[in-house]
């Protein structure tokens, strides 16, 4: 005779209520913080505008003016990209999971469970996204790895190679020996280079006896030791070798936060039965003087 719980058709309990959603960890650094943001652009291309004036100097004497010395006006193109991310979910989907729990019992999709959350982790996807085009720029609008190279003006040091322990320290310091004179006093001087790399860095000063460096903000940029460069990672250089170095006030980055196209919501559709995400925002980067920055050219 069978006596007792016959619990043989259950599944093992898993407590999928008691802890809270939490949106899964994004690295994200902010390079555009660094930048000279300008914003209210609308999409196509602007130019940043320079000046460049030569002055003759010579013995004093009497006399007219020599036909000497120019005013020289360049520009460089900036091209504005306007994006978007649009994604569509079906909260009756939820139903069938440990989400239900946390619904109405109505048959509406116009409510999703921890939005709030989602969203989150959303806006830290779309930050990422952000830094990827200042880097990689999209589709065949150039980043910065592609507008500051040796082949744009850029100084590459003799000897640039991929960073090590052995080596990490020496290359950084080469990159800021190269900076152009005219700009390496500036307070803005960043070497902006992969996680990985400032890591590399990161061991390097310590095997050095360099571990009393001074942390600039949080564990996301140091001071160079010996130096007015700050080191910056981008999470957009995860996986590359290319490190660059230069005032950082001469990267014009641009967007359209002041008008009505940069949105990021949740709206419910009638049509669809679904609640719709979507984000847009628009973007450019530019070099005002790649001359005077330095770079590693490495892939």
């Known amino acids: 005779m069978a006596y007792g719980f016959n619990i043989s058709a259950l599944p093992a309990y898993t407590d999928e209520l008691s802890m809270e959603l939490m949106a899964k960890a994004v690295l994200n650094t902010d390079l555009l913080q660094y930048t000279d943001l300008r914003t209210g652009f609308t999409s196509g291309q602007f130019t940043i505008n320079l000046v460049d004036a030569e002055l003759p100097v010579t013995a004093l004497s009497c006399g007219g003016y020599p036909g000497e010395g120019q005013v020289v006006y360049t520009q460089v193109p900036v091209v504005i990209e306007s994006l978007q991310s649009k994604t569509q979910l079906c909260p009756e989907d939820l139903r069938s999971v440990y989400q239900s729990a946390f619904m109405s019992a109505g048959t509406g999709n116009d409510f999703i469970p921890f939005e709030e959350i989602i969203s989150e982790s959303y806006q830290k996807k779309l930050t990422k996204a952000t830094e990827d085009f200042l880097i990689n720029g999209f589709s065949t609008t150039l980043g910065l790895k592609g507008q500051i190279t040796g082949a744009n003006g850029a100084t590459v040091p003799a000897g640039a190679v991929a960073w090590t322990v052995t080596n990490a320290v020496e290359q950084a310091l080469d990159l800021y020996d190269a900076i152009d004179e005219s700009v390496i006093n500036r307070d803005d001087i960043v070497i902006v280079c992969s996680p990985a790399n400032y890591r590399t860095l990161v061991r390097a000063l310590v095997a050095a006896n360099l571990y009393n460096y001074m942390p600039v ?15 910056v990672m981008s999470s957009g250089l995860v996986g590359s070798n290319y490190v660059f170095a230069g005032p950082s006030k001469f990267i014009i980055a641009a967007t359209g936060l002041q008008d009505e196209l940069d949105s990021f919501k ?24 790649v001359n005077v920055f330095a770079v590693n050219d490495l892939a």
């Open 266 to 289: 949740f709206v419910y559709s009638n049509s669809l039965d679904a609640m719709l995400f979507k984000a847009a925002w628009r973007i450019g980067v530019g070099v005002s003087q």
């Open 217 to 231: 903000d949080s564990n996301e940029i140091m001071l160079l030791p010996g130096t007015n460069a700050k080191v």
